[in-house]
T-cell receptor
Framework: NAGVTQTPKFQVLKTGQSMTLQCAQDMNHEYMSWYRQDPGMGLRLIHYSVGAGITDQGEVPNGYNVSRSTTEDFPLRLLSAAPSQTSVYFC??????????????FGPGTRLTVL | DQQVKQNSPSLSVQEGRISILNCDYT??????FLWYKKYPAEGPTFLISISSIKDKNEDGRFTVFLNKSAKHLSLHIVPSQPGDSAVYFCAASVLYSGGGADGLTFGKGTHLIIQP
């Protein structure tokens, strides 16, 4: 199993550009989520999905869109990038919702810089 | 308002000694707690967890203690090894009766440095 994969690893955008961060998992997990990590801020939940076709907002959803058309994929879209979105983005997946007897498995991250 | 707090940004411990990482939380609804370990340029990896119905959980060199009345948990690593040098995140979640949750709330992390 590849686990949770994210592409690209690095990306530089100009303010106002759009892009999609890709996330895929091959563990048949129902739950997937996106976090961002900023210096001194820990990880903050952006959006999450409890299954194909179902998404919800986390702590910091503004400026980001998500969709979940398949169990395997959970892309994160930045419609109009802003410097405040410069961060490291982590995708995670788990069998259920963040707690209980399972844990979340994280991807290696995408480092995004918005100029 | 930060609901999960790790007040020590860094901690330096000598190899072979005990490392104690602390975490405090303010949301009394949290009922499941986890510790993640993160190396540079990698995603966090799960280390150990504890349910609010327990006060201790042990896995090899790692033990997590939970004090619900103080809203405090700690991670003990004994003995500390050079490979333990990493950033450790405390995380918490609320489990609902239907089995769902809203995802994890993370602390800011503690950078543990194991000195030879």
């Amino acid at each position: 199993n590849a686990g949770v994969t994210q592409t690209p690893k690095f990306q530089v955008l100009k303010t106002g550009q759009s892009m999609t961060l890709q996330c895929a998992q091959d563990m048949n997990h129902e739950y997937m989520s996106w976090y961002r990590q900023d210096p001194g801020m820990g990880l903050r939940l952006i959006h999450y999905s409890v299954g194909a076709g179902i998404t919800d907002q986390g702590e910091v959803p503004n400026g980001y869109n998500v969709s979940r058309s398949t169990t395997e994929d959970f892309p994160l879209r930045l419609l109009s990038a802003a410097p405040s979105q410069t961060s490291v983005y982590f995708c995670a997946s788990s069998y259920s919702l963040g707690g209980g007897q399972d844990t979340q498995y994280f991807g290696p991250g995408t480092r995004l810089t918005v100029l | 308002d930060q609901q999960v707090k790790q007040n020590s940004p860094s901690l330096s411990v000598q190899e072979g000694r005990i490392s104690i990482l602390n975490c405090d939380y303010t949301n009394s609804m949290f009922d499941y707690f986890l510790w993640y370990k993160k190396y540079p340029a990698e995603g966090p990896t799960f280390l150990i967890s504890i349910s609010s119905i327990k006060d201790k959980n042990e896995d090899g060199r790692f033990t997590v203690f939970l004090n619900k009345s103080a809203k405090h948990l700690s991670l003990h690593i004994v003995p500390s090894q050079p490979g333990d040098s990493a950033v450790y995140f405390c995380a918490a979640s609320v489990l609902y009766s239907g089995g769902g949750a809203d995802g994890l709330t993370f602390g800011k992390g503690t950078h543990l440095i194991i000195q030879p």
